[in-house]
């Protein structure tokens, strides 16, 4: 209950503020919000996120998971692990990237599985269930 009301309350609402949100599948949005969860849920535009703010910002969604995939703190004792999350989040932005949130099945928000956050719990069905709808953001 308490990761739920954490990304409903504090990471959809700064998300739900990208340009495009609404244009995005669920996939795409499903990235993003990996990538908030585990770099913050106020990234867009922020210090730092020069790369991933104006590739969403132009809507250059063909680069977005090279742009995620700079944020893996490179020389690092964690590098490995978040490149691996990275990329991740770069092939769930892909999938079924040619539809749009009107064509795509209502289902709950996805998340990529991490062994060192409780993301993983998510995929349980009794979890998923109680997972705000991505259409419903």
């Not at 495009?20 to 949005?29: L, T, V």
Request: aromatic letters at 12%; proline letters at 7%; hydrophobic letters at 35%.
């Amino acid at each position: 209950d308490l990761l739920i009301s954490q990304i409903k309350n504090e990471f959809l609402p700064p998300l739900t503020q990208i340009p495009y949100w609404n244009q995005m599948n669920m996939n795409q949005r499903g990235a993003l919000l990996s990538f908030a969860y585990n770099l913050g849920a106020r990234f867009y535009g922020s210090s730092g996120f020069n790369t991933i703010t104006r590739v969403l910002k132009n809507k250059q969604w063909n680069e977005v998971p090279d742009a995620l995939y700079l944020y893996r703190n490179p020389g690092t004792n964690v590098e490995a692990g978040l490149a691996r999350r990275r990329k991740a989040e770069g092939k769930l932005w892909r999938r079924c990237d040619h539809l749009t949130m009107q064509e795509s099945p209502k289902h709950p928000i996805r998340f990529l599985p991490s062994r060192r956050t409780s993301f993983y719990s998510i995929f349980s069905s009794d979890v998923q269930s109680q997972l705000p709808k991505l259409d419903e953001v």
